[in-house]
């Protein structure tokens, strides 16, 4: 059986064309100027989400948050109902006067409970907000920032995603590190530690 490569729609190609928008520009502006910055997303995206709280956490100065506790999630949801969960969730964690902002996932762009938050993170919080969308947002409020990839497939968005916030780690003036410097550092930092707080074992 021959082996065909999965669609990727060009998705360097659509990257890079993106991040010279002025949607992404306002997308790196804002992020650069907010120091809490909460991920939302469904499904793949919630991935996404709980992947870019974590690295950008670790990679810059920001404190980052997503909602990765199932026992929280499905108790505002069988409280509040799914369509609520992103807003509880920021009611619970929102900081007012605070440099803050959310950043939506949603592939299609109408996920209701995305939209609803990012609008009660501009209107209650005056937040910054940003969608990151695979095709135009049929409900978005206008004054609402939307970075759109025009994608096809769910997959594709969700790699753009990624990329993204990547890209917005090195708009902030910091990197990510190679793989072969963390295999050193944590070499030489497992290597001092044992030595220093364990005698050798005969």
Not at 78 to 88: L, P, V
Request: net charge negative; aromatic share 12%; proline share 1%.
């Amino acid at each position: 059986m021959k082996t065909t490569m999965i669609e990727f729609e060009g998705l360097l190609d659509s990257f890079s064309e993106m991040i010279h928008t002025e949607e992404f520009k306002k997308l790196q502006s804002d992020f650069n100027d907010s120091d809490n910055v909460f991920f939302i997303g469904n499904g793949g995206s919630h991935s996404v989400a709980t992947h870019a709280a974590s690295d950008v956490s670790r990679l810059t100065e920001k404190r980052c948050y997503s909602l990765d506790s199932a026992s929280y999630l499905t108790s505002i949801a069988n409280d509040y109902s799914y369509n609520n969960i992103f807003m509880q969730w920021l009611e619970d964690y929102a900081i007012e006067g605070s440099k803050s902002m959310v950043v939506g996932f949603s592939g299609s762009g109408n996920s209701k409970n995305v939209i609803s938050t990012l609008a009660l993170a501009s209107d209650k919080y005056k937040f910054n907000t940003c969608l990151l969308s695979g095709q135009k947002s049929n409900v978005l409020p206008e004054y609402i920032n939307e970075v759109m990839f025009s994608n096809d497939y769910f997959h594709v968005h969700e790699i753009l995603c990624m990329l993204t916030f990547y890209q917005l780690v090195h708009g902030t003036g910091n990197g990510c590190p190679t793989i072969k410097s963390e295999i050193v550092r944590k070499g030489a930092h497992a290597e001092s530690y044992r030595t220093t707080k364990y005698k050798e074992i005969k």
